[in-house]
Protein backbone atom coordinates (compact mmCIF):
# COMPACT_ATOMS: atom_id res chain seq x y z
CA UNK A 1 0.00 0.00 0.00
CA UNK A 2 2.85 2.66 1.06
CA UNK A 3 4.63 1.63 -2.80
CA UNK A 4 1.39 2.43 -4.22
CA UNK A 5 1.47 5.80 -2.29
CA UNK A 6 4.53 6.61 -3.12
CA UNK A 7 3.98 5.85 -6.88
CA UNK A 8 0.66 7.67 -7.43
CA UNK A 9 2.39 10.46 -5.53
CA UNK A 10 5.58 10.65 -7.83
CA UNK A 11 2.56 10.96 -10.66
CA UNK A 12 0.85 13.46 -9.32
CA UNK A 13 3.37 15.43 -9.18
CA UNK A 14 4.63 14.26 -12.90
CA UNK A 15 1.33 16.00 -13.63
CA UNK A 16 1.80 19.35 -12.35
CA UNK A 17 4.87 19.56 -13.59
CA UNK A 18 3.31 18.72 -17.14
CA UNK A 19 0.47 21.40 -16.41
CA UNK A 20 3.20 24.25 -15.62
CA UNK A 21 5.65 23.48 -18.18
CA UNK A 22 2.43 23.26 -20.81
CA UNK A 23 1.22 26.87 -19.77
CA UNK A 24 2.32 29.33 -21.75
CA UNK A 25 2.41 33.47 -20.87
CA UNK A 26 3.07 36.36 -23.68
CA UNK A 27 2.14 39.83 -23.68
CA UNK A 28 -1.07 40.57 -25.39
CA UNK A 29 0.32 43.42 -27.68
CA UNK A 30 3.30 45.17 -27.74
CA UNK A 31 2.36 48.58 -27.37
CA UNK A 32 1.23 48.07 -23.64
CA UNK A 33 2.43 45.72 -20.70
CA UNK A 34 -0.24 45.24 -18.53
CA UNK A 35 -2.66 42.82 -20.50
CA UNK A 36 -1.00 39.40 -20.57
CA UNK A 37 -2.39 36.03 -22.37
CA UNK A 38 -2.25 32.56 -20.87
CA UNK A 39 -2.23 29.79 -23.43
CA UNK A 40 -3.08 26.63 -21.39
CA UNK A 41 -3.08 22.93 -21.57
CA UNK A 42 -6.58 22.43 -21.99
CA UNK A 43 -7.93 21.65 -25.25
CA UNK A 44 -11.59 23.62 -26.57
CA UNK A 45 -13.94 21.56 -28.57
CA UNK A 46 -11.39 22.70 -31.88
CA UNK A 47 -8.29 20.57 -30.06
CA UNK A 48 -7.15 24.09 -29.42
CA UNK A 49 -5.10 25.27 -26.46
CA UNK A 50 -7.82 27.48 -23.97
CA UNK A 51 -6.19 31.12 -23.43
CA UNK A 52 -7.24 34.06 -21.31
CA UNK A 53 -6.53 37.42 -20.61
CA UNK A 54 -4.90 38.93 -17.42
CA UNK A 55 -5.29 43.03 -16.93
CA UNK A 56 -3.88 44.32 -13.77
CA UNK A 57 -6.25 46.17 -11.61
CA UNK A 58 -5.66 48.50 -8.76
CA UNK A 59 -6.86 45.94 -6.31
CA UNK A 60 -5.90 42.72 -8.10
CA UNK A 61 -6.69 41.41 -11.38
CA UNK A 62 -9.23 40.89 -13.97
CA UNK A 63 -8.93 37.26 -15.95
CA UNK A 64 -11.74 36.41 -18.80
CA UNK A 65 -11.76 34.47 -22.22
CA UNK A 66 -11.40 38.22 -24.19
CA UNK A 67 -14.82 37.04 -25.25
CA UNK A 68 -13.80 33.91 -27.07
CA UNK A 69 -15.89 31.39 -25.96
CA UNK A 70 -19.60 32.67 -27.04
CA UNK A 71 -18.21 34.54 -30.08
CA UNK A 72 -16.79 30.50 -31.47
CA UNK A 73 -20.43 29.22 -30.45
CA UNK A 74 -21.90 31.94 -32.69
CA UNK A 75 -19.86 31.24 -35.12
CA UNK A 76 -20.72 27.87 -35.30
CA UNK A 77 -24.29 28.54 -35.19
CA UNK A 78 -25.20 28.22 -31.75
CA UNK A 79 -25.35 31.65 -30.24
CA UNK A 80 -26.87 32.39 -26.43
CA UNK A 81 -29.90 33.77 -27.90
CA UNK A 82 -32.71 31.50 -26.72
CA UNK A 83 -34.16 31.00 -23.40
CA UNK A 84 -32.84 27.99 -22.79
CA UNK A 85 -29.75 28.39 -23.48
CA UNK A 86 -29.03 31.66 -21.30
CA UNK A 87 -30.71 30.01 -18.90
CA UNK A 88 -27.95 27.41 -19.58
CA UNK A 89 -25.13 29.72 -19.27
CA UNK A 90 -26.67 31.20 -15.79
CA UNK A 91 -26.68 28.09 -14.73
CA UNK A 92 -22.91 26.99 -15.75
CA UNK A 93 -21.33 30.15 -14.78
CA UNK A 94 -22.99 30.44 -10.79
CA UNK A 95 -21.85 26.51 -10.65
CA UNK A 96 -17.98 28.15 -11.04
CA UNK A 97 -18.35 31.59 -9.59
CA UNK A 98 -17.81 33.26 -13.19
CA UNK A 99 -19.63 36.54 -14.29
CA UNK A 100 -20.83 37.07 -17.44
CA UNK A 101 -20.56 40.69 -18.84
CA UNK A 102 -23.51 40.63 -21.35
CA UNK A 103 -22.42 44.18 -23.23
CA UNK A 104 -19.03 42.42 -24.74
CA UNK A 105 -20.00 38.87 -24.20
CA UNK A 106 -17.22 37.78 -22.02
CA UNK A 107 -16.67 35.18 -19.40
CA UNK A 108 -15.02 37.00 -16.32
CA UNK A 109 -13.90 36.74 -12.84
CA UNK A 110 -11.87 39.25 -10.48
CA UNK A 111 -9.23 37.97 -8.01
CA UNK A 112 -6.54 38.77 -6.20
CA UNK A 113 -3.01 37.49 -5.66
CA UNK A 114 -4.08 35.08 -2.91
CA UNK A 115 -7.08 33.66 -4.66
CA UNK A 116 -5.48 33.64 -8.83
CA UNK A 117 -4.41 30.38 -8.83
CA UNK A 118 -8.53 28.50 -7.75
CA UNK A 119 -9.93 31.94 -9.71
CA UNK A 120 -8.03 30.47 -12.77
CA UNK A 121 -9.17 27.33 -12.44
CA UNK A 122 -12.47 28.28 -12.00
CA UNK A 123 -12.92 30.46 -15.38
CA UNK A 124 -11.06 27.94 -17.52
CA UNK A 125 -13.49 24.98 -15.72
CA UNK A 126 -16.36 27.78 -16.80
CA UNK A 127 -15.25 27.95 -20.10
CA UNK A 128 -14.82 24.20 -21.45
CA UNK A 129 -18.24 24.08 -20.01
CA UNK A 130 -19.78 26.87 -22.04
CA UNK A 131 -18.16 25.67 -25.19
CA UNK A 132 -20.08 22.31 -24.82
CA UNK A 133 -23.58 24.11 -25.33
CA UNK A 134 -22.31 24.10 -28.99
CA UNK A 135 -23.62 20.63 -28.88
CA UNK A 136 -27.20 21.61 -28.20
CA UNK A 137 -26.76 22.92 -31.49
CA UNK A 138 -27.68 19.44 -33.20
CA UNK A 139 -31.03 18.27 -32.99
CA UNK A 140 -30.39 14.98 -31.88
CA UNK A 141 -29.16 16.92 -28.33
CA UNK A 142 -31.58 19.74 -28.52
CA UNK A 143 -33.01 18.24 -24.90
CA UNK A 144 -29.62 18.39 -23.76
CA UNK A 145 -27.89 15.55 -22.82
CA UNK A 146 -27.49 16.49 -18.93
CA UNK A 147 -31.69 16.74 -18.92
CA UNK A 148 -32.20 13.30 -19.95
CA UNK A 149 -29.54 11.40 -17.49
CA UNK A 150 -31.00 13.53 -14.60
CA UNK A 151 -34.57 11.96 -15.73
CA UNK A 152 -33.42 8.84 -16.09
CA UNK A 153 -31.84 8.85 -12.55
CA UNK A 154 -34.95 10.10 -10.88
CA UNK A 155 -36.75 7.44 -12.97
CA UNK A 156 -34.65 4.70 -11.21
CA UNK A 157 -35.01 5.62 -7.79
CA UNK A 158 -31.15 6.77 -7.86
CA UNK A 159 -30.10 9.04 -5.12
CA UNK A 160 -28.03 11.95 -6.28
CA UNK A 161 -26.59 15.81 -5.32
CA UNK A 162 -26.42 17.33 -8.86
CA UNK A 163 -23.78 20.40 -9.78
CA UNK A 164 -21.36 19.47 -7.00
CA UNK A 165 -17.78 20.79 -6.67
CA UNK A 166 -15.16 19.18 -4.83
CA UNK A 167 -11.62 20.00 -4.19
CA UNK A 168 -8.74 18.31 -5.41
CA UNK A 169 -5.45 17.51 -3.81
CA UNK A 170 -3.88 20.61 -6.01
CA UNK A 171 -6.45 22.68 -4.03
CA UNK A 172 -8.27 23.54 -7.65
CA UNK A 173 -12.28 22.82 -7.85
CA UNK A 174 -13.58 20.40 -9.61
CA UNK A 175 -17.43 20.05 -10.71
CA UNK A 176 -18.63 17.04 -11.41
CA UNK A 177 -22.63 16.69 -12.59
CA UNK A 178 -24.02 14.15 -9.43
CA UNK A 179 -22.58 12.84 -6.74
CA UNK A 180 -23.71 9.36 -5.31
CA UNK A 181 -23.80 9.03 -1.56
CA UNK A 182 -21.90 6.05 0.10
CA UNK A 183 -24.31 3.41 1.14
CA UNK A 184 -23.49 -0.12 3.21
CA UNK A 185 -22.51 -1.22 0.18
CA UNK A 186 -21.29 1.19 -2.49
CA UNK A 187 -18.68 3.94 -1.90
CA UNK A 188 -19.03 7.19 -2.83
CA UNK A 189 -19.55 7.77 -6.37
CA UNK A 190 -18.94 10.89 -8.92
CA UNK A 191 -20.86 11.04 -12.22
CA UNK A 192 -19.99 13.04 -15.39
CA UNK A 193 -22.18 13.38 -18.79
CA UNK A 194 -20.29 13.90 -21.71
CA UNK A 195 -22.21 14.94 -24.70
CA UNK A 196 -19.54 14.77 -26.74
CA UNK A 197 -16.93 12.09 -25.58
CA UNK A 198 -14.19 13.33 -27.67
CA UNK A 199 -10.02 13.16 -26.66
CA UNK A 200 -10.42 16.46 -25.05
CA UNK A 201 -13.18 16.16 -23.09
CA UNK A 202 -12.20 13.18 -21.76
CA UNK A 203 -9.08 14.13 -21.24
CA UNK A 204 -10.45 16.97 -18.85
CA UNK A 205 -12.21 14.58 -16.94
CA UNK A 206 -9.58 12.77 -16.49
CA UNK A 207 -7.34 15.39 -15.18
CA UNK A 208 -10.24 16.43 -12.97
CA UNK A 209 -10.37 12.84 -11.58
CA UNK A 210 -6.79 12.53 -10.91
CA UNK A 211 -6.70 15.50 -8.95
CA UNK A 212 -10.04 14.84 -7.05
CA UNK A 213 -9.62 11.22 -5.96
CA UNK A 214 -6.60 11.84 -3.78
CA UNK A 215 -8.26 14.02 -1.82
CA UNK A 216 -11.40 11.98 -0.64
CA UNK A 217 -11.81 10.20 2.54
CA UNK A 218 -12.57 6.75 1.19
CA UNK A 219 -9.56 5.18 -1.17
CA UNK A 220 -12.31 3.13 -2.78
CA UNK A 221 -14.27 6.19 -4.56
CA UNK A 222 -15.71 5.76 -7.98
CA UNK A 223 -16.12 7.60 -10.98
CA UNK A 224 -18.21 7.20 -14.19
CA UNK A 225 -18.82 8.95 -17.19
CA UNK A 226 -22.07 8.73 -18.89
CA UNK A 227 -21.32 8.93 -22.42
CA UNK A 228 -23.70 10.19 -25.14
CA UNK A 229 -23.20 7.50 -27.88
CA UNK A 230 -25.88 8.51 -30.61
CA UNK A 231 -22.65 9.04 -32.83
CA UNK A 232 -20.28 5.61 -32.21
CA UNK A 233 -17.77 5.79 -29.46
CA UNK A 234 -14.24 5.73 -29.80
CA UNK A 235 -12.29 3.37 -28.68
CA UNK A 236 -9.46 5.11 -27.43
CA UNK A 237 -11.76 7.20 -25.66
CA UNK A 238 -13.19 4.21 -23.44
CA UNK A 239 -9.75 2.75 -23.48
CA UNK A 240 -8.49 6.10 -21.39
CA UNK A 241 -10.90 6.35 -19.57
CA UNK A 242 -10.87 2.85 -17.91
CA UNK A 243 -6.93 3.21 -17.74
CA UNK A 244 -7.43 5.92 -14.73
CA UNK A 245 -10.29 3.55 -13.50
CA UNK A 246 -13.09 5.89 -14.72
CA UNK A 247 -16.05 3.19 -15.86
CA UNK A 248 -17.63 4.80 -19.32
CA UNK A 249 -21.45 4.08 -19.51
CA UNK A 250 -22.58 4.82 -22.96
CA UNK A 251 -25.83 6.00 -22.95
CA UNK A 252 -27.93 3.16 -24.82
CA UNK A 253 -26.37 0.49 -22.43
CA UNK A 254 -27.49 3.02 -19.04
CA UNK A 255 -29.45 0.07 -17.82
CA UNK A 256 -26.28 -2.09 -17.18
CA UNK A 257 -25.16 -0.34 -15.33
CA UNK A 258 -27.92 0.21 -12.37
CA UNK A 259 -25.92 -2.39 -9.76
CA UNK A 260 -23.52 0.25 -9.74
CA UNK A 261 -25.30 3.23 -9.51
CA UNK A 262 -28.50 2.57 -7.29
Known sequence: MNDLKKEISELEDSYFKWLKDETRLSWANDTTKDCLVISTPYL????DFLEMVVVHQEDGYR????GYILADLEASGCGINTKRRNAMLTETLNGFGIKFDAKNQTLFTETNAEDFAPKKHALLQAMMAVNDIFFTVKSA???????????????????FIENTSFTGKSGFIHKFDFAL???LHRPERF??????PNKAYSQNLIMAWEDTKPARRDENVEAFAMLNDKDPLAESVIAALRNYDITPIPWSQRDQALENLG
Not at 44 to 47: A, K, L, P, Q, S
Request: proline fraction near 6%.
Open 44 to 47: DRHN
Open 63 to 66: LSDD
Open 141 to 159: TRSFFLDDVRSWMCQQEIP
Open 181 to 183: PKT
Open 191 to 196: IKTLNN
